[in-house]
């Protein structure tokens, strides 16, 4: 296993400003990165959903920005509240996955006609992601190979245990999103200003370098979704964006750069006196850690990872230390990788 510096330009999809606001929201509930202008992976990390109403302040005040970072942008109060109006929940099918095959292989064909020839309709679905590692492209992603749909999780899993016993195999439960959560958002200043979307609305302090504070995030034991244990007021930086979660309710997330998550992950990992090279090793660590997780995780859901203990326990700004950013900005785009190449973040999974 080496250490490896990620080429972030490499092989990078498209940049947010050739996406229209359609294909935008679409990506947030795809696994698709997106890179900011200084070529670092833009994370999204789901805060909290299933929530009717979103409270969202800055010092400087907020920008409201309908359609993202490159569209028009209403500036206004410093505190807006946030709700939905005529919500439609998702369309979700649940499958039961018989296999796991690497992407391009020869099985996946004949797997599929196996369990079609049992009378199961079947569907293959890409996780993982690639990268570009200068000039090698580290590819983290394999097919699962879904059978047996049913419109709801409680079905699905039911459905699963019953072949996982009649065939003698492993099996879990995998989402298809077949058609996304609808709905307008309806964002209100201190003012009375009011701004309405369909499906998002962007925020982002009118300075950049500022954070947004969220209130009332949930916490605690139930995770980022309603029904945790307490809730707190937290300070995020880069955006956060309200959208609409499976159920047609609120979700909330922060599109942050890797480099400002790093820097809030690494102290609350490691004691900020430590000498600086083993803070500089638990940043390559932490930063492979978190993008081996990337398309393995929140399938359809509209961000990457979660704040809770099942992706990454994130609680926003606070936790910053010199020494801690120093490590990370030191190791910008270092990784760890399996030898070979091939599969490179397995080791982390």
Known sequence: MGRTALALGSGRPGRTEELSASDKLRVLYSHRFVFTRD?????????????????????????????????????????????????????????????????GSDAAASEERVWRARGLDTKLFETGVVFGIKGDVIDSRELFLGVAPVASAAAAQQKADEIAKKYDLETFVHPDLVAQPRGRLVARDENGVEVKNEGILWFMPKQPEKTITVKDVAVGTGGSRVGAERHE?????GQVYVTLGWDGALTVVNAVPEDHLLAGLVPAEMFADAPLEALKAQAVAARTDLLAKIGTRHFGEPYLVCSSEHCQVYAGVGRETPRTTKAVRTTRGEVLLREPHAKAFDVFQ
Not at 66 to 71: A, F, S, T, V
Not at 85 to 92: F, H, M, N, Q, V
């Open 233 to 237: 007021t937290r300070r995020y930086f």
């Open 39 to 103: 070529n670092l992976p833009l994370l999204t990390i789901g805060l909290m959903s299933g929530q009717k109403r979103v409270d969202l302040t800055a010092d400087d005040g907020l920008l409201v920005l309908p359609d993202g970072e490159d569209g028009p942008a209403v500036r206004a109060g410093s505190s807006w509240t946030v709700t939905v109006e005529e919500p439609t929940p998702a369309s979700l099918r649940f499958f039961t996955v018989v296999a796991r095959l690497d992407l």
